[in-house]
Nanobody, 119 residues
Framework: QVQLVESGGGSVQPGESLRLSCAVSEIAISFNAMNWYRQAPGKQRELVAH???????DYADSVKGRFTISRDNAENTVYLEMNNLKPEDTAVYYC?????????????WGQGTQVTVSS
């Protein structure tokens, strides 16, 4: 059974940093695209960072230059390094991957980890 387990969230002050982790089982992340999404209260879930199976990364404009997605294939874990955090980064952060089965996309999500940025 595919499982994604996030950790590393917490409460920090503006300008501080956090590193989120996403431990993945039953899917080799080296062969799969991996994503970090976030959802703030009253807002839609948004894509924050994407890493292709080939290792290239893309980011939402709001986090470019501050967030970095990376992966450790040996540990089958994906990370999101978040620097210079702002109050608007407050949200529940979710790890995501998907598998294509023919024309059907099967998405897998973690349980989410809360990030709160406040002075």
């Amino acid at each position: 059974q595919v499982q994604l387990v996030e950790s590393g969230g917490g409460s920090v002050q503006p300008g501080e940093s956090l590193r989120l982790s996403c431990a993945v089982s039953e899917i080799a992340i080296s062969f799969n695209a991996m994503n970090w999404y976030r959802q703030a209260p009253g807002k839609q879930r948004e894509l924050v960072a994407h890493m292709s199976s080939g290792g290239s990364a893309d980011y939402a404009d709001s986090v470019k230059g501050r967030f970095t997605i990376s992966r450790d294939n040996a540990e089958n874990t994906v990370y999101l390094e978040m620097n210079n955090l702002k109050p608007e980064d407050t949200a529940v952060y979710y790890c995501n991957t998907f598998v294509l089965r023919g024309t059907t996309r099967q998405d897998y999500w973690g349980q989410g980890t809360q990030v709160t940025v406040s002075s």
